[in-house]
């Protein structure tokens, strides 16, 4: 944009050479200065096009931080949903599962419940197994996802 700025105004043109007459057979030094006046072409068009190139980049650049900034918010509330998902099946559901697989166990041991309870309390208790390996999963990816954000 400086560029274009500095080429609105014109170069001046300095001209020397000798020049020889025929009829005299004389030479004269001739000097001449010319400056072209800039009422029409000031290169007006040209830097506005450099500012705008200019606004276009600084837009560009705004868009990428913005988005960057959304990538890391959205990658750290994945983790934070996977950690408290991690933390409420491990500490609650998990617990509580394997109490009812014990008490159930128990009961059908004395003929108070049919085996398949013991199975259905033992198939609750497998499935929050699973889901709280899957947690720690993402909870993974999410940690390492904020971690490749980290060293961008």
């Known amino acids: 944009m400086d560029r274009e700025r500095s080429l609105r105004i014109p170069d001046p043109v300095v001209s ?5 007459f025929e009829e005299s057979n004389d030479s004269a030094f001739l000097v001449g200065v010319s400056i072209p006046l800039p009422f029409r072409n000031r290169n007006q068009g040209n830097i506005a096009a ?10 560009r650049e705004a868009v990428a931080l913005a988005d960057f900034e959304q990538s890391i918010t959205r990658a750290r509330a994945e983790y934070l949903a996977a950690e408290a998902r991690v933390e409420t099946l491990s500490t609650t559901s998990l617990p509580q599962a394997e109490e009812a697989l014990r008490l159930v166990r128990i009961g059908y041991r004395n ?20 889901a709280l390996i899957a947690a720690q999963q993402d909870r993974g990816q999410a940690a390492a996802e904020l971690i490749r954000l980290a060293a961008q």
């Open 111 to 130: 003929g108070r419940f049919p085996l398949i309870e013991v199975l259905s309390a033992a198939e609750a208790r497998d499935a929050i197994r699973e």
């Open 50 to 59: 450099a500012e705008a190139r200019l606004r276009a980049a600084n837009a």
């Open 16 to 20: 020397a050479g000798v020049r020889r």
